[in-house]
């Protein structure tokens, strides 16, 4: 299976300021039709998760465009300018590249 | 719009069953590979099984292999979990979801297994 790491796992932050939060996977997640199957997810206290960003750095239609998303290979980065009280909850990490579906371990994102 | 409601979810005992359902809207059901994901109470994310659009490539988790079986059928743009054989560790909330990248996600539905 491929193993998705997150760092860091707590990541407090102060109202306004960026977060930003590396997901590293065990193995390369090109898949041999070339996409890379990496996306962000948000889960908000209570709520199911959400999609922010999929292959990398494609926003969901809707998501503020204070979410980034970069990386390839193995390397994967969100980063959230301007963070706000709506943004509290965990960041999951996700690739589908490879069976089974694997998540890193959620970044808890909380105001300081 | 999208909609993914899940359906399903009950207490039950260890080695009992559950079927569990998902009803899409919004979208061409049949154009999407559709999976199930799970999260135990205060836990990470699983992703427990997939099953591509037409229903020729099934996929599961190791943890679920020969207890649980996805299917779909694509004229009732329904998407189902036969759950057989539950253990304590299968208690979690079951969330459908579309595609490899995830894009919608429902509500989820509760399964508890209990004695």
């Known amino acids: 299976d491929i193993v998705m790491t997150q760092t860091p796992l707590s990541s407090p932050v102060t109202l306004g300021q960026s977060a930003s939060i590396s997901c590293r996977s065990s193995?390369?997640?090109?898949?041999?039709?070339?996409?890379?199957?990496l996306s962000w997810l948000q889960q908000r206290p209570g709520q199911p998760p959400t999609l922010l960003i999929y292959k990398i750095s494609n926003r969901l239609s809707g998501v503020p465009d204070r979410f980034s998303g970069s990386g390839a290979g193995t390397d994967f980065t969100l980063k959230i300018g301007r963070v706000g009280g709506e943004d509290v909850g965990i960041y999951y990490c996700?690739?589908?590249?490879?069976?089974?579906?694997?998540f890193g371990q959620g970044t808890k994102v909380e105001i300081k | 719009e999208v909609h993914l409601v899940e359906s399903g979810g009950d207490l039950v005992q260890p080695g009992g069953s559950l079927r569990l359902s998902c009803a899409a809207s919004?979208?061409?059901?049949?154009?999407?590979?559709m999976n199930w994901v799970r999260q135990a109470p205060g836990k990470g994310l699983e992703c427990v099984s997939y099953?591509?659009?037409?229903?020729?490539?099934?996929y599961y988790a190791d943890s679920v292999k020969g207890r649980f079986t996805i299917s779909r059928d694509n004229a009732k743009n329904s998407l189902y979990l036969q759950m057989n054989s539950l253990r304590a560790e299968d208690t979690a909330v079951y969330y459908c979801?579309?595609?490899?990248?995830?894009?919608?996600w429902g509500q989820g539905t509760l399964v508890t297994v209990s004695s």
């Open positions: 919004g979208f061409t059901f049949s154009n999407y590979g």
């Open positions: 193995q390369s997640l090109v898949h041999s039709d070339g996409n890379t199957y």
């Open positions: 996700m690739q589908a590249t490879q069976w089974p579906w694997t």
């Open positions: 099953i591509s659009s037409s229903s020729s490539i099934i």
């Open positions: 979801t579309r595609g490899r990248d995830v894009v919608y």
